[in-house]
């Protein structure tokens, strides 16, 4: 059901549909908060909002989890 609700919040955000991402992705992230694929997604869509310091919050955790990972680099 997890991997569900992630592939639909994938497809909301590509189709610009961003609060309904927001929607699914904050309760995924407050679910299973070291998930590094949902903290990738969430902090991506902080960053299209405009919202760069929840963003950056979100990337600096995710380089904490993944030290390489190039795109939150």
Not at 7 to 19: C, E, H, I, P, V
Request: proline share 4%; aromatic share 6%.
């Amino acid at each position: 059901m997890k991997e569900d609700l992630f592939d639909q919040a994938k497809l909301l955000m590509l189709s610009q549909n961003y609060k309904e991402a927001r929607e699914i992705l904050e309760k995924l992230y407050n679910e299973d908060p070291s998930d590094p694929d949902i903290i990738y997604h969430l902090a991506l869509l902080l960053e299209i909002l405009n919202e760069n310091e929840e963003a950056i919050n979100l990337y600096k955790k995710l380089l904490e989890i993944i030290p390489d990972h190039k795109e939150a680099k």
